[in-house]
């Protein structure tokens, strides 16, 4: 008897602490540190599992917001330059930019051009999966990448958000 109580107040226990709400995804520390390494002074909220910070893009002088998202429930960390190029009208992208969006997506390896009907901006994002580990290497690549991809980009985008 008193061994089934003993059981019984164990897995109480377990169920209880596995109930517990977390404070932070699991790798929202180690964003933290890769962003440091990158010399990102990078804002974290830990409940929402975001961080947000501003890069330059030293090649045409531009800076950038962005954002790293973690997430548990999708296991994925998501990268987002969420105004890459912000439009003027709310109708979506002239024919010519639209054209060119989906031209590049289907180039574009790792990251994708996305348009945001609510902020009326084109953003550049990219997505790493994190259901079995989260690669250090493989998310400083990817965020290294998107950003040689803004710089490269946002100069003939710019030009084709500006043609009739």
Do not use: H
């Amino acid at each position: 008897m008193r061994r089934a109580l003993a059981v019984a107040a164990v897995l109480a226990f377990a169920l209880g602490a596995r109930a517990e709400p977390k404070n932070q995804p699991r790798y929202l520390d180690a964003v933290r540190q890769e962003l440091a390494r990158l010399d990102a002074d990078a804002a974290c909220e830990a409940g929402a599992g975001v961080c947000s910070f501003r890069r330059r893009l030293s090649g045409i002088g531009v800076d950038v917001d962005a954002t790293v998202t973690c997430s548990d429930a999708t296991d994925t960390v998501y990268v987002a330059i969420p105004r890459l190029l912000a439009l003027a009208g709310t109708e979506g992208p002239p024919l010519a930019l639209s054209r060119r969006l989906l031209a590049l997506n289907r180039r574009l390896v790792t990251s994708k051009l996305e348009w945001d009907p609510l902020s009326g901006s084109i953003r550049l994002t990219t997505v790493l999966a994190t259901d079995t580990n989260f690669d250090r290497k493989a998310f400083r690549s990817q965020l290294l990448a998107l950003f040689a991809a803004a710089e490269r980009l946002l100069p003939e985008l710019e030009a084709l958000a500006a043609t009739p």
